[in-house]
T-cell receptor
């Protein structure tokens, strides 16, 4: 089945460590996104990408990094520079066209906890 | 900057009644898309309805409809005949192409409670 997969579902990290969250899609979508969601809050955009080897900072990119080496994959690294990384992280993808069925599809999310 | 504002952190409605969730957005672009997403306790994001900015007609999907006021930059969601399964967080979202890339921005969300 086509879809977008995030792994792992739960992730624990020690302070000072970098950690990478995986996001893979088999929908042949061009655009991919990473969001952070804090309890009871909205989705805040971290990074987004339209094509391979190109990505843009969102509203809260500090302390995060991404890569887009393959169309299907958009991993997010939470670095030690991120002061408050404990949150729920959502990955999404969309076709990337300006017309037509252009909704974003979301993964199941990764819950990151710093211990 | 592109921002989306949902001014109602929480709303409640009696089952079978109608409720309207508010959303405003800030943009200087003329071509964009607007969406309402629902997030139940499972945290899975579910598309409720979409609206293309170039279309004047308000979108409708069964019990869900929008009131799109482009000049006012307003995009409210009306839920008719509310059902218990409608209880969730609702997010308004705005998508626009900037420098060749699609940017998708969400509001803070409105938690909707359905009272039986």
């Amino acid at each position: 089945d086509g879809g977008i997969t995030q792994s792992p579902k739960y992730l624990f990290r020690k302070e000072g460590q970098n950690v990478t969250l995986s996001c893979e899609q088999n929908l042949n979508h061009d655009a991919m996104y990473w969001y952070r969601q804090d309890p009871g809050q909205g989705l805040r955009l971290i990074y987004y990408s339209q094509i391979v080897n190109d990505f843009q900072k969102g509203d809260i990119a500090e302390g995060y990094s991404v890569s887009r080496e393959k169309k299907e994959s958009f991993p997010l690294t939470v670095t030690s520079a991120q002061k408050n990384p404990t949150a729920f992280y959502l990955c999404a993808s969309s076709i990337g066209r300006d017309r037509g069925n252009t909704e974003a599809f979301f993964g199941q999310g990764t819950r990151l906890t710093v211990v | 900057a592109q921002t989306v504002t949902q001014s109602q952190p929480e709303m409640s409605v009696q089952e079978a009644e109608t409720v309207t969730l508010s959303c405003t957005y800030d943009t200087s672009e003329s071509d964009y898309y607007l969406f309402w997403y629902k997030q139940p306790p499972s945290r899975q994001m579910i598309l409720v309805i979409r609206q293309e900015a170039y279309k004047q007609q308000n979108a409708t999907e069964n019990r869900f409809s929008v009131n799109f006021q482009k000049a006012a930059k307003s995009f409210s969601l009306k839920i008719s005949d509310s059902q218990l399964g409608d209880a969730a967080m609702y997010f308004c979202a705005y998508r626009v192409r900037i420098q060749g890339a699609q940017k998708l921005v969400f509001g803070q969300g409105t938690r909707l409670t359905i009272n039986p």
